[in-house]
């Protein structure tokens, strides 16, 4: 089989998905959302988000199946996120997925939707090379990995103490009004900011906790002193300058992934960086991790925008990585793991 055809299903959060990926090309690709069910509770609800699974999960993968000129015979594999996130949400997508597999004969790979956050790279920018650096930001994890061997060998080189960063983002979006996600309004704000406005905390990046912790990231502090700095002002009667608290926010925040991305890279002797996750949409960090891979020597593979939040192309383009290792399927009675460590890339 040199080129694998993998149907990818993605139901972790927020968003229903289906996808086909043929090798490293993407055939079709179908995401729907309930993000606007949600907005107005300031966050996912995951009952809802569980029963808008279960209505979409049909009308998304024959959607795929269709645009992709394809039935589920025309698959070799079938690839479905089954952790970490929210535990009603993955057993719709893994209950609907072994129905799939169980009628149509195929094998069925249960992965890890982080680790796809990453693996989606190689349908812009080819195969993984060895011994690679990672860095994972999503909504709920923020952390720098050694992919020694995609997709057999990955190590956590540094992960975040408190908040994700993409959390730090969404919790400050809400002090300012913003609705859920936040981190897209914060980074539109930003655009039209001033940086250097606003003192952010850099939180490990100095002193003893930077030296003990050089890979490692905390943000709960800057969310902190953020929401201390817009109290006091508020206090005192002042407006928010709120584009430039967006975008002070958003240079700190981005700097201190880029530097310690770049020193991790620097460290195991990668010159290549691999970034992944809703958050990697983010236009700052964008920016800041090209300006300083150009100046380290490092090539910095970033999604396009729609590949950086939840989708199915992830998921398939993980598929096709097991299958063309020769990785054995997920056995019939594999569960859902909420909490599916990093180091876990396929059950
Ligand atoms: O990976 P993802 O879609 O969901 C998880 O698997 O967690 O990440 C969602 C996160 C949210 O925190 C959202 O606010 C953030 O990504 N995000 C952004 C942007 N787009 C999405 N944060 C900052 N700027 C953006 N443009
Ligand atoms: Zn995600």
Redesign the pocket.
């Known amino acids: 089989m040199s080129e694998p055809i993998v149907l990818g299903i993605e139901s ?2 927020d ?1 229903t998905a289906a996808a086909i990926v043929r090798g490293r090309e993407l055939v079709s690709n179908v995401v729907a959302s309930s993000m606007e069910e949600h907005a107005r509770y300031g966050g996912v609800i995951p009952e809802i988000a569980s029963r808008a699974h279960a209505e979409a999960f049909v009308p998304c993968v024959s959607k795929a199946l269709t645009d992709a000129n394809m039935t589920l015979a025309d698959v070799d594999a079938i690839a479905v996120s089954a952790g970490p ?1 929210l535990a009603g949400c993955l057993a719709v997508g893994v209950s609907g997925a072994k129905a799939l597999a169980w009628a149509s004969g195929k094998p069925l790979y249960g992965i890890n ?2 680790i796809g ?1 990453i693996a989606v790279t190689q349908l812009q920018f080819g195969a993984f090379p060895p011994d690679t650096l990672a860095l994972i930001v ?4 923020t952390s720098l990995l050694h992919v020694a061997d995609m997709p057999r060998h990955i190590d956590v080189v540094g992960t975040t103490l408190d908040d ?1 960063a ?2 730090c ?2 919790k400050v ?1 809400r002090l300012l009004g913003f609705p859920y ?4 309004h ?2 539109r704000h930003a655009q039209a900011g001033d940086p250097h406005a606003i003192r952010v905390p850099q939180g490990l990046t100095q002193g003893k906790a930077g030296a003990e912790h050089p890979y490692d990231f905390s943000f709960s502090g800057v969310k902190t002193a953020v929401a201390r700095w817009i109290e006091t002002e508020q206090a005192l009667g002042h407006e928010i300058p709120v584009d430039d608290v967006c975008a002070s926010l958003a240079d700190s925040v981005a700097d201190v992934l880029a530097k310690k991305a770049m020193r991790g890279c620097k460290q195991y002797g990668s010159k290549t960086l691999i970034v992944g ?3 990697s ?3 700052q960090l964008r920016a800041k991790l090209l300006e300083y891979g150009e100046k380290h020597g490092v090539e910095v593979r970033i999604p396009q925008i729609k590949l ?3 989708n199915g192309a992830m998921v398939a383009m993980l598929g096709v990585n097991l299958v063309e290792a020769g990785i054995a399927p997920s056995v019939p009675d594999f569960s859902i793991d909420s909490s599916m460590p990093l180091t876990t890339v396929s059950l």
């Open positions: 972790t959060c968003e996130g939707h982080v956050h999503s909504g709920g994890h994700a993409g959390e983002f969404d979006a996600p936040g981190g897209p914060i980074d996750g809703g958050f949409a983010n236009s950086c939040t939840d």
